[in-house]
Each structure stands twice: as C-alpha cells, then as structure tokens.
C-alpha cells in the first residue's frame, strides 16, 4: 500500500509531488525542473482543490532541493500569486 505522504528527517511532504519532480528530471534535459513539468507539479498541489501546508511546505523543498528552470520558477511564482488573489488561500 502507497502512502500519501514521504517522511524526511521526520518530516510529512506530498510524496506524489516529489515523485513527479524526480521523474521529471530522470535522465532527460539538464536535470532541471522545466516551465511544463511545472504545470504538471501545480497541477498536482491544486488537485484537491486547495493548496494545503503540506503541499507548500513540499514545494519548498523542492524550491530547495531541486534544481528549476528560470521559466519553471516564474510559472510557479505567478501561479501561487494567482492562487492567493483569488482567495483561495
């Protein structure tokens, strides 16, 4: 059975966001996180519907951790800021 969340240094992350960050990054390009596999890593945050601080606090260890195209950081970025005006927050 798969769990939802991966445990690191004792710590819950959303383990489907970090699997689509190391796949996008296995063996292809750069090893950067593209502007598209960015979609698809917002995609994922927002499929509940809301963005939840596990989700978040993911993201930033992926900001952290991984390493993202320029456009895949500003497509990121704007999205949260839309996000957030939106109210969603």
């Known amino acids: 059975m798969s769990s939802y969340y991966k445990k690191i240094d004792g710590v819950d ?3 489907a966001m970090l699997d689509a ?12 996180i ?8 917002f995609e994922k945050m927002k499929d509940g519907g ?3 601080d596990t ?6 260890y992926i900001y952290k951790h991984y390493k993202l195209t ?4 500003k497509y990121i970025e ?4 839309e996000y957030k005006k ?4």
Do not use: V
Not at 21 to 32: F, L, T, V, Y
């Open 55 to 60: 989700e978040l606090r993911t993201l930033d």
């Open 34 to 41: 593209s502007h598209e596999d960015a979609k698809a890593l």
């Open 78 to 81: 704007e999205s949260l800021a």
């Open 86 to 89: 939106s109210g969603n927050e």
């Open 70 to 73: 320029d456009a895949a950081l």
């Open 13 to 15: 992350y959303d383990k």
């Open 21 to 32: 960050a190391d796949e996008s990054i296995k063996g292809r390009g750069d090893g950067r």
């Open 50 to 52: 809301k963005i939840t």
